[in-house]
């Protein structure tokens, strides 16, 4: 890497950039081209999928069958906003930063940290807690789980990115299909078993509001907001592939719409004949839902629920593998452009950023060694709103301050849309302190040592010439007086 020291240049809110040679960005680029819209929707499905095979029960132990069911209206109407409002900010500046780089161009350096802290918290996190729940599975389908899975898993899946983009997402697509394939068998085999009654067997407790449709009152509605979440949760990281894809102004919009729209299906289907064949009480704490509703319902373990649990493997390793990529990404974007240490987005000779990968598994296997799947997706959750919170907020920003900003998609209702998802993104932020205020206290204090190294050595050694530095600097340019 060479750096041209001599030409550093101050900007406005107390950050330094410098110039770098052609050779630096030579040894820090993805493989264009890699995937089209269609891929894209894949590749929005896998970020989720294993949300609709494990996770998403814990709502059920918080607000039960009728609180999970109130947070998953609130959190789809607050993904699909979300998704309208990503799309037009995804075709207006197409790069790999996604979220890091909306916010950079509306409100600085300091905002585009803030984003892209958050969004590799989310990111980097969320493999561990899937591991979590890929080892229960492996452990009722082979009796073997823990730590030996954990490794195994994050060890094949980082090996096969290492090779690249275009063999990654083919893969991806292939093992989410096969997963999808296994959610549509679960409904089948539970439709002629759903008893209304069956999501209403938790006993109502005493809290305020408690009813058989509410066991646990008005506030478990907003407790099972974190879970609710685990339906759509990483959708938005399709924004993460913009580098790599053939037309992002078009592909970029199809794919976070289209793979909005299965997801939600799925989650709809899935709340309602999970629960409402097996009963709510006996989901509410298990690590293997959809195994679990079948057996309750068919006597035991079967052929059907043997094969569910063998496919259904797939879908947890779909998100698992397909969120390596986000977390790769992201750090890419951040370490291009100085935010973090720069020997971070340097990549092979297939174009696949390989510290980017490597490190962050690591971390992410250790996360793993806890167990603790459900507080790890509370961990996930502070960072995901959080940069819902920053996302939405640089929609609205641009639409005012930039209206004349090209923008080959716009979001239906414009900020009356965006402002909306904010508002619910803000109040799923409060949600996950109400669940667990000492893992979210924990997280917000390795939130705010992210924002120390920026504070203290980053924001001085930033890189000029990225792809989300210039189109920051193009709008400062159109922005200022002629």
Not at 394 to 416: F, K
Request: proline content about 4%; aromatic content about 12%.
């Amino acid at each position: 890497m060479s750096i041209q020291q001599e030409q550093t240049i101050s900007l406005a809110r107390g950050v330094e950039t410098e110039n770098v040679d052609a050779h630096y960005f030579q040894n820090r680029q993805l493989k264009q081209g890699a995937a089209g819209w269609v891929l894209l929707i894949g590749l929005g499905v896998a970020y989720v999928i294993s949300g609709d095979f494990a996770g998403w029960n814990f709502g059920l132990a918080q607000g039960g069958w009728g609180g999970m069911f109130l947070a998953t209206l609130l959190m789809a109407a607050m993904y699909l906003c979300m998704c309208f409002s990503m799309a037009e900010l995804s075709s207006m500046i197409p790069t790999a930063g996604g979220g890091y780089g909306f916010v950079r161009t509306a409100f600085g350096p300091w905002g585009g940290f803030f984003a892209g802290a958050a969004i590799l918290l989310e990111y980097a996190i969320a493999p561990a807690a899937i591991a979590v729940f890929i080892g229960a599975y492996c452990e009722s389908l082979f009796g073997v789980g823990g730590w030996p899975i954990y490794l195994a898993f994050y060890t094949v899946f980082i090996g096969i990115h290492v090779l690249g983009a275009g063999e990654a997402l083919k893969v991806m697509f292939v093992i989410t299909a096969v997963a999808a394939i296994a959610l549509g068998l679960f409904i089948v085999a539970m439709v002629p078993h759903v008893e209304i009654a069956n999501l209403f067997d938790i006993p109502a407790s005493e809290a305020k509001g408690a009813s058989s449709f509410l066991p646990f009152g008005y506030v478990g509605i907003w407790a099972a907001i974190p879970y609710a979440m685990w339906f759509f949760l990483a959708v938005e990281g399709v924004a993460l592939a913009a580098e790599e894809t053939k037309n992002p102004t078009r592909d970029l919009p199809r794919g976070l719409i289209g793979s909005m729209l299965v997801l939600l299906i799925f989650a709809a289907l899935i709340l309602l004949v999970g629960p409402g064949a097996a009963g709510a009480k006996a989901l509410m704490d298990s690590g293997n839902p959809l195994v679990a509703a079948l057996e309750a319902v068919y006597g035991g373990s079967t052929w059907m629920s043997q094969f569910v649990n063998l496919v259904g493997l797939a879908g947890l390793i779909a998100s698992f593998f397909s969120v390596i990529y986000a977390y790769s990404r992201q750090i890419f974007a951040l370490s291009r452009a100085g935010y973090l240490p720069r020997k971070l987005s340097v990549t092979n000779r297939n174009k696949a950023p390989v510290h980017a990968l490597v490190i962050p598994g690591f971390i992410g296997f250790g996360l793993s060694l806890t167990g603790q799947g459900d507080l790890l997706i509370l961990v996930v959750v502070f960072g995901a709103t959080l940069s819902y919170v920053l996302m939405m907020a640089a929609h609205i920003s641009l639409r005012i301050r930039r209206p004349d900003m090209q923008r080959p998609y716009r979001t239906p209702g414009g900020i009356v849309t965006s402002s909306f998802a904010l508002i619910l993104a803000a109040i799923a932020l409060v949600a996950g302190f109400l669940v667990d205020p000492k893992v979210m206290m924990g997280t917000a204090a390795i939130y705010g040592l992210f924002i120390a190294y920026f504070a203290l050595y980053s924001r001085h050694h930033l890189v000029s010439g990225t792809p989300e530095e210039e189109f920051a600097a193009i709008q400062k340019a159109e922005e200022a007086p002629h």
